[in-house]
């Protein structure tokens, strides 16, 4: 019973953090990222207005989200670049962190 | 009167369900891989799994807020810190992945709306999500070598009220 209110906390904090959040959509970042978007169909659709007689090849289909190269990820990206490289950084930083908060020397030469 | 403390969960057990948290956070990382149909439903289940894990520590994280404005180990109130913020960047990935879902919202009968905005914060922040994951479980690997290295017993967050 306590593991499920406690749960129930978590979820409210959860839904709150996600109602806050939603608000960045009426930032002016997301307006400009809005109209950029705007303006790239409106430059689309002229073009092939403007192209519409002229006998071309059809352009190659378009995927239905224009997804960054970030979405393409692979195992290795994810476990070494991402995860790995922060992770192990992380690492010799607590080590230097812990060994000057024991006052021992560092190793090797001086 | 305080409220009773339910049944520690064994460390043991705490340590197999971070192994399922990451494993199917990685995957779930991975669209391209392992498809958007996969992707989808993993990550909303992962909010399940993140909610469990917090529940797990929920002692940790209770006693550490309580103690933020007082005196604090310096590497206790960065990973304090850290969550904080590793919280707020999931609850982000998960919401903007909800609003350009392809396959799962659709599935239940909502409208798919492509939204540019929210498709750039999502891979913003799934990236972000990414790297700091890395430095939080770098930041608690002494724990899990620690426990992989012991017989599983009772809970040591209960009994000597160390860090998760």
Known sequence: MTHLFRALCIAMALFAVALVLLQLERTPWAERVHLNTLAGQLARLKYEHAHASVKAAPPPPRRPINLSGRYERSLVEVLILEMGLPGAATLGILALARRKRRGTPPAGPR | ?164
């Open chain 2, 1 to 164: 009167m305080a409220a009773p403390s339910p049944a520690p969960v064994s460390d043991s057990f705490k340590l197999r369900w971070d192994a399922l948290l990451f494993v199917a956070f990685v995957f779930s990382a991975m669209p391209h891989a392992t498809g958007v149909f996969f992707h989808e439903w993993t990550s909303l289940a992962l909010v399940a799994v993140v909610v469990t894990h917090l529940v797990f520590n929920w002692s940790w994280i209770i006693r550490t807020t309580r103690q933020v404005f007082s005196r604090l180990p310096a590497e206790v109130r960065f990973n304090h810190i850290w969550d904080a913020l590793l919280f707020v960047l999931f609850v982000l990935t998960i919401l903007s992945g909800l609003l350009v879902s392809q396959q799962a919202l659709p599935s239940m009968g909502l409208p798919w709306v492509p939204s540019r905005f929210w498709m750039v914060l999502h891979n913003m922040s799934a990236t972000g999500l990414t790297v700091m994951i890395g430095v939080h479980i770098a930041m608690h690997l002494g724990w899990v070598w620690t426990r992989l290295r012991r017989k599983p017993g009772p809970a040591m967050d209960a009994a000597k009220g160390e860090e998760p």
